[in-house]
């Protein structure tokens, strides 16, 4: 890394934000190891949300899904999973807690924005106003298949549901007025429903809204309707500097000042004490994330195939895949990827750099965030949020409920040190953590 | 030993008459307020209770016209800071999707380590305007189905499924989770859950007599409430909890005053519950006479703020004297307090292969 001059940071005085993302189902989060809790235990949560507020991180998120993943046809057997329903879960640790923000997943398809609503704004009056909600849109007939009304959505219809829901939540949020309710009557596209709410307001007025979508569609729903954008770009700077001015351009087209919009992407981070001990730590989190079985599973999706009887430290199969897209309705990685092209690449790569089918695929899976010596990383994170990069960070513990210790213990007093993190909460709401104004439909 | 006579009492809003607000000590920002949620739960614990009950209505309610929350957030608020009484919300099954009340209702039950029960309860019709539905049919129906696809949900993963085996890298066994496919004509869900099997394996079903068909529909429930005062208790059967809106004497007015009172100003409905009126210790000599007649008494209160501190100083003492009480242990499930056994799983075939590790619980 080069540092840079003060001259080329846009935001000199920044400071990093953290939100710890609680995935629920993934391969990222190691399960084989003795350190590993359990992923569903109460306890496990407890440890982890209280270590985050130790930490002043903003916000404990939690990931949602609402069908167990599937290859051929059979229930995907590698990974963690199994995880409580968020809104639920938020609403105990808000029990347990007293200032940290408490973010759930939740799909505006498979949902209806009455109960929802309702929901998420009994969660924030408990929590004296933590409650965030990140919006999500994921819609397939194949995740239909668990609700009542099958859920169905077409592709390019989604979002557009999506702003009609927020709009509709945002309505129910605004009936009280200190004394009573207006009744909510919404007639729309998608929606045809009549109803008075019964939540009042809590401190922050409305939840705070994340929104985790990357399509231009998805970044213009996130620019004129959230506080927070949840992204994927947290490894590559470049990468995540132009996401971040993409979203800082769309939310000054949307008529909202520049700044107005929070860019939080997901990552991963390994602190160690030394380089050596950091470069050996890192190797060793990807090869517990990456197991044999579990390179061959994600090879044998891009091929289409059950690969399971490869030798995983054997080369790929020298064949094409047998299928053409990569099947986007069971939640597999790499989704509506042309599964002969990505084929090719790979096997170029491999070639490349003499790599067997395991080594490929870690590889491919190495830059999945930040590794480095808590000062290292201070530096570094500082200066991500500093150039404009992102507002901080979402970070994924690769080991539950042990996972954020060393960032909470090194790397938080290390950022404090340099005074890119703040040393209390700045209120009691997620809204002033943030640095948040007032919700949109409030202003 | 006696039978014990099981004590549930209900904590929405200001009480169960519609007038309760205006004698209430809680403006009505205080009767949303967790610290008020977190005093009925240290109360009940201390005083023996096996459960608090978390009546909801999407609708607005004429007792509480400040509002109210969600129950199940209501009931998950205090899993984490309670360690013995039993929450039990209600989780309306006409127009709610089945696999959400599942996923909820079992992460309740996770975090509060086996206390959690379900009140399954029909909607009044107006509550479809608020989801865009039409209005059900046969709502008694609807719940029996849902009730249905819900323990179905439940038993979608076996209690061992998470079997971390190092040695093949699986996570999980998916021999060992299931898909439900129910079907009623109506709607169908697919499964598994996307929770797994909770402590209890599933939480103990409540559901109102008056929302049960007939006879044959008694196995949806664990406990029925009654409104009927003749109401027995069936071995083998479900349990029997006896529904009652008390109306107590306080120091200052007896409770016929009180409740003439809160009459002429809002009179109440009747909701098929037995009512009482009287002193604290009248109804303490009741509830221990109906100890082995039925299994439980859940209370609703007129006004909680009065009432409540009449039952903490007169009827909780007098029925913990008279030992027909027994309060929960902290750690128990809310099944092993009420003697209902954890359910088999319906999917469960056979003796555990050999694992080489296990979630722990
Ligand atoms: C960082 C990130 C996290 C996400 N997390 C979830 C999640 O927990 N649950 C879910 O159903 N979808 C999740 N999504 C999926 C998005 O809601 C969306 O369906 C997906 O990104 C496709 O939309 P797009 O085409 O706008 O990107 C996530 C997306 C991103 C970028």
Redesign the interface.
Known sequence: MTTPSRDDLRFPDAVVHFGVFFQG?NHSTI??DPRS??????ST??QLVRTAERGLFDAFFLGE????REQRG????????????A???L??????TTHIGLVATQNTT???P??LA??L???D????GRAAWNVVTTDNAWTG?????GGYLDHADRYERAARFVRTAQRVWDS?DGR??TPVDVQDAF??????????RSPQQHPVLFQAGDSPAGRDFATRTADVVFSRHGTDHADALEFADDIRRRTVAAGRPEGDVLVLPGTQIVVADTEAEVEEKARWVLEQQV????ALSLVGQVWGEDLSHLDPDGPLPAHDPVITDIDGTRGAHRAGADARVLAQRWRAVAEEGGFSLRELVLHHSSERGFAGTASQLADELAHWVRSGASDGFNITPYLVPSGLDDIVDQLVPALQDRGAYPREYAGTTLREHLGLRAPLTRR | MTTPVHLFLDVDGGGWHPAAWRWSRSTPDEVFSPGRLRGFAVTAQAHGLTGLTFEDSPLPDPRNPAGHLDAVQRAAFLAGTTEAVGLLPVAATTYSEPFHVAAQIASLDHSSAGRAGWIATTSPAAAARGVGLPVAQDPAGELADVVHAVRALWDSWEDDAVVRDVATGRYVDRDRLHHVDVDTGRWSVKGPLTVPRSPQGHAVVVVQEDDLRHRADRSTADVVLSGDAGARRSPGGPLVVLDVEVVLDTDAHPAVDRLAALEARAPAPDRGRIRWAGSGQALAAWLADLAGVVDGVRLHAAVLDEDLSTLLRTTFPALRAARVLQPPLPGATLRTTLGLERPANRYATGPALVRTGGDPR
């Open positions: 189902v399960w084989s809790g359990s992923q569903i235990a109460h949560f407890v899904g609402l069908r167990l059979k229930i995907h057997d590698l990974d963690v999973v199994g995880r409580p329903d809104l639920t879960e609403a105990t640790l808000a029990g347990l498979y949902n209806d009455a109960d309702r929901r704004a009994s969660l009056v408990l929590s004296g298949e668990n609700f009542r009304r009280w009573r309710f929606f045809d429903v009549e109803f008075t709410p019964t939540v009042p197991t044999p079985a579990t």
